[in-house]
T-cell receptor
Framework: EDQVTQSPEALRLQEGESSSLNCSYT??????LFWYRQDPGKGPEFLFT???AGEEKEKERLKATLTKKESFLHITAPKPEDSATYLC??????????????FGAGTQVVVTP | EAQVTQNPRYLITVTGKKLTVTCSQN?????MSWYRQDPGLGLRQIYY???????DKGDVPEGYKVSRKEKRNFPLILESPSPNQTSLYFC???????????????FGPGTRLLVL
């Protein structure tokens, strides 16, 4: 059974204190791993897509990386406005799931001044 | 402005009273999807649609129906709501890529449903 697990569940950081979030997956053939940011009371907002091991993408203080079993979202020198829940999701290769996306439970990040 | 809209945003209803949550997008996207979000469980996919008249089940389709008669609209129907369908619902859309949802999926603002 396909699984997507995010850790930690919650993370409290001081402003400027860099850290990493983890998204591990066990799926039958990855067709894409997505990172989203979700603010309270709002819909998720797309951040990155990664397709193959070794791929990296950056946006401001965020950097996403991918290996064969997991993805990391690195937050460098975070600011309070980076506080949000970060979600990862995967698309898989199974023939009956071309349209499916499976999400992890998310990591809630709080950055204090 | 490119957007996904959902109505209503908040809804309180009673067990067994049929309801419909509407979803509309103005980006000409082929792919549309419904999710529910519950504490500790994350987002779970209910149904998705690759194009007009093409729909398929996600991971938690029981108790829900959908239809895709027009490209821009993808309503979620609860024929006989029950308390375990109390949740936060999101609609999303994207272009198709490689036979599935594209890179950037746009989400609506959410519909908070309480079934008594």
């Amino acid at each position: 059974e396909d699984q997507v697990t995010q850790s930690p569940e919650a993370l409290r950081l001081q402003e400027g204190e860099s850290s990493s979030l983890n998204c591990s997956y066990t799926v039958s053939g990855l067709r894409g791993l997505f990172w989203y940011r979700q603010d309270p009371g709002k819909g998720p907002e797309f951040l990155f897509t990664l397709y193959s091991a070794g791929e990296e993408k950056e946006k401001e203080r965020l950097k996403a990386t991918l290996t064969k079993k997991e993805s990391f979202l690195h937050i460098t020198a975070p600011k309070p406005e980076d506080s949000a829940t970060y979600l990862c999701a995967v698309r898989t290769m199974t023939t009956d799931s071309w349209g499916k996306l499976q999400f992890g439970a998310g990591t809630q990040v709080v950055v204090t001044p | 402005e490119a957007q996904v809209t959902q109505n209503p945003r908040y809804l309180i209803t009673v067990t067994g009273k049929k309801l419909t949550v509407t979803c509309s997008q103005n980006m000409n996207h082929e792919y549309m999807s419904w999710y529910r979000q519950d504490p500790g469980l994350g987002l779970r996919q209910i149904y998705y649609s690759m194009n007009v008249e093409v729909t398929d089940k996600g991971d938690v389709p029981e108790g829900y129906k959908v239809s895709r008669k027009e490209k821009r609209n993808f309503p979620l129907i609860l024929e006989s709501p029950s308390p375990n369908q109390t949740s936060l619902y999101f609609c999303a859309s994207s272009f198709l890529s490689g036979g599935g949802p594209g890179e950037t999926q746009y989400f609506g603002p959410g519909t908070r449903l309480l079934v008594l």
